[in-house]
């Protein structure tokens, strides 16, 4: 299984929670995501390429890391952390009590909200969301619940069982909210009536988080994807994501070749013009919206990090 992308954005959230006193996002669950051989691979790994990320760079190895999660890693994914949960803090306060978190990923933020009145609703791949939840739990055993399915580790990989009542495994990170967790296939529409199956309310308030997504899909598979969402979302439901922008930066170019190396080329990049009518389509007019020298100020005024060029923050309500 190959979850390269997101243990290193996982990475880079645990690293700058250990390691700074005023973090910009304070993920204070995603270090326990990872084992400790692969916190410290991934470090090792980091710091072995200083030279391709900053040629000519002298200094020690963990001045080397801390270089390239604070000025490479780390940047894009704390900004739009930080971009989409002060959203949701907002949505919430206006009463929406429904958040859903496409390719969630190692996302945590159903582990660290308090919020007992959330259901969080966070799809994947069932391997991925399988990994997850037994990362979180540290269950030895090869037999597994996940939310509604359980998954069985055979000689052909993870199998799922549908409609088990196995229910999530204890765990010392018991969410505060309630958590149903949807494993699915985004590229297939089936993935909305899973969604409904497991209890959301087409006709209540939601917020929808399509954190780091829209890079990996075409232009015409990203649509499809929001038109999919908008045809569950009433009127004044919010949808949040990033986007890699016309104009790419240095540090995007770079994420861009990293993610190439793991496997997971990047397909699209759009203007705003061009992303506001992607939206418009599907009926979502945008709120809120951030370049990088938005999100920098925003974001990292007492940090010595800047938001990456090449990206856009964007917040659009239907």
Known sequence: MDNMTALVSCFARAYHYRNSNTPVFADSVAEQILTAEEYSAISRNM???????????????????????????APSVLARSAFCERAIDNAVRLGC???????????????????????VYELDRPEMIADRWKRIAGCPTESFGIGRAIFTKGENGLTGIEDSQ??????????????????????????KERLIEAGFD???????????????????????LIAGIASLSCEGASICLDYPINEEGRESARNRELAATAGEAMKARYSYGEMEALLSRAGFLIYDHMDADEATEAFFKDSDMTAPAGVGYCLAIK
């Open 97 to 119: 009590r429904q958040i859903v978190i496409y390719a969630c990923g190692y996302d945590t933020f159903s582990l660290r909200t308090h919020n007992q009145s959330l259901t």
């Open 202 to 224: 087409v006709e209540r308030p939601s917020f929808s988080s399509l954190l780091g997504i829209s890079y990996y899909l075409t232009e015409d598979e990203f649509e499809k």
């Open 47 to 73: 710091t072995q390429g200083i030279q391709y990320f900053a040629p000519g760079f002298r200094g020690t190895q963990e001045e080397a890391l801390r270089f390239i999660v604070n000025h490479q890693l």
């Open 166 to 191: 196995a229910g999530r495994p204890r765990t010392g990170l018991e969410p505060a909210c309630h958590v149903e967790d949807i494993g699915c296939d985004l590229s297939r529409s089936a993935w």
